[in-house]
C-alpha cells in the first residue's frame, strides 16, 4: 500500500464531498495592490496606513515550490499566480521558473491589473510564462479612474497588452467585471478594440466578493443579455469548452475573428464542477473562493513538518470540502443576506 497521498495513484487522489477532484492551483503571491477597485479594496478601507503583510509574513518563493509540489503530488496540473497584484512581488519571474520546473504542472498562468506588465512582459515568458489574463473593466478612461479607484493608468494596460503580445504570451484574456449603470454601455467597446487581435475578453458578472462591495443583484448584468447584445452587434455562436469545468462559457463570432467568454456566477452557478484550491500569500490554504475561513500551512511548513503531513493535511481539507457558496446565493429568499466571507484582494481572484 502506498505510504503518502503523493504516491497514490491518480483513481485514488483525493475527491471532495460532492465527488470534484483537485485539478487548479491558484497563488496568492501579494496581498498589495496599486489599485483601490471599489468592489474588491476600495480607498476607504485600505488607505495608506493600512496595515498590509510584512515580507516575512509572506510565503517564500521556496516555500510557494514546495507547496506546489504537494498540491500536484495529489491532483494539481494548472497554477496560476494571482494577488493583490503579483507584480508587486520582486522578482516574480524567478518564481515562474520555480514552478514551471515542477514534474506534473502542465500550466503555469498569471492574473494582472497590467500597469507593470510592459517591464516585465519579456522576462516572463523567458521564465516559462506562457498564458497571462489582464484584468481591464473598460476602455472609457473616466470610468476607468472610477473603477481603479483613481490609482490606474489606462495607457499603461494597454501598453502592457501590447508588450504581453509581442513577448509571445498567448493566449491573452481580458478579463472585465460588468456592473449595471457603471460600465456595462461600454463592454462593447471591448469588443470593438480586441476582436481579431487573437485577444480574448471575457466578461464576468459583478459578484458579491468579500464584505465591503455593497453588492446586490439589481446591478448586475447577466450573461445572457451580454450575449444578446454583442450578439446584434456580430453574430455568435456557442462553442465546446477547452476542458471539464472550464468557468468562462465560450462563444465564437461567427465570421471567425476570433471569441468572447461569459463568467456567470450569479445567473448560472458552476460549483459542482468546482475544482479549485486558493493559497494566500501566508500560506492559508483555501477551498472557494467564497471561503469564510482557511486552513493554515505555513506554521506547520516552518515548524518542520515532513511532505507526508503537509501533503495529508492537504489532502484531508479537501477530502471534507462542500463548498458551493454560488449556488446557495441563488436559492436564497429576498431579505436575507449573504454569508461573511474573506476578501478577494486576501484570498485571491
Avoid at 500500500?1 to 501579494?30: C, F, N, Q, W, Y
Avoid at 488607505?47 to 498590509?52: G, P
Avoid at 521564465?127 to 472609457?140: H, Y
Avoid at 484574456?173 to 467597446?189: F, M, P, Y
Wanted: charged share 25%; glycine share 8%.
Amino acid at each position: 500500500m502506498p505510504s503518502t497521498v503523493a504516491e497514490l495513484p491518480v483513481k485514488l487522489r483525493p475527491h471532495d464531498t460532492l465527488g470534484r477532484p483537485l485539478h487548479d492551483l491558484r497563488i496568492s503571491v501579494m496581498d498589495r495592490c496599486n489599485f483601490r477597485c471599489p468592489y474588491c479594496m476600495p480607498k476607504e478601507t485600505f488607505h495608506e496606513n493600512y496595515r498590509f503583510l510584512k515580507s516575512n509574513e509572506r510565503l517564500s518563493f521556496e516555500e510557494i515550490a514546495r507547496l506546489t509540489r504537494l498540491f500536484v503530488d495529489i491532483g494539481v496540473k494548472k497554477v496560476r499566480l494571482t494577488g493583490g497584484e503579483p507584480l508587486l512581488r520582486s522578482n516574480l519571474a524567478d518564481l515562474i521558473g520555480d514552478l514551471t520546473a515542477i514534474e506534473g504542472v502542465q500550466d503555469v498562468a498569471l492574473t494582472t491589473n497590467g500597469v507593470l506588465l510592459a517591464q516585465h512582459a519579456v522576462e516572463l515568458k523567458a521564465n516559462g510564462l506562457n498564458r497571462i489574463t489582464v484584468s481591464l473593466d473598460t476602455l472609457d478612461p473616466a470610468i476607468f479612474k472610477q473603477m481603479s479607484g483613481g490609482m490606474g493608468d489606462l495607457d499603461r494596460v494597454l501598453d502592457g497588452i501590447r508588450a504581453a503580445q509581442e513577448a509571445g504570451l498567448a493566449p491573452i484574456k481580458i478579463n472585465s467585471v460588468i456592473e449595471r449603470g457603471l460600465n456595462d454601455h461600454t463592454a462593447i467597446d471591448l469588443i470593438e478594440r480586441f476582436r481579431g487581435t487573437g485577444v480574448i475578453v471575457r466578461f464576468i458578472e459583478y459578484m458579491d466578493v468579500g464584505n465591503r462591495n455593497h453588492w446586490s443583484l439589481d446591478r448586475v448584468v447577466s450573461s445572457r443579455e451580454l450575449v444578446e447584445r454583442i450578439g446584434q452587434r456580430w453574430p455568435l455562436h456557442p462553442v465546446d469548452p477547452n476542458y471539464r469545468g472550464e468557468v468562462a462559457e465560450r462563444y465564437a463570432f461567427d465570421d471567425g475573428l476570433g471569441e468572447v467568454g461569459f463568467i456567470s456566477s450569479i445567473t448560472n452557478p458552476f460549483c459542482g464542477d468546482c475544482t479549485r484550491a486558493r493559497l494566500s500569500s501566508e500560506g492559508v490554504f483555501y477551498t472557494c473562493l467564497f471561503a469564510r475561513s482557511g486552513v493554515d500551512l505555513r506554521a506547520p511548513l516552518r515548524e518542520g513538518a515532513s511532505d507526508a503531513e503537509l501533503s495529508q493535511l492537504i489532502s484531508n481539507t479537501w477530502l471534507k470540502r462542500g463548498d458551493r457558496y454560488s449556488e446557495i446565493r441563488s436559492s436564497l429568499k429576498n431579505g436575507e443576506q449573504p454569508l461573511r466571507k474573506i476578501e478577494m484582494y486576501y484570498i485571491g481572484g
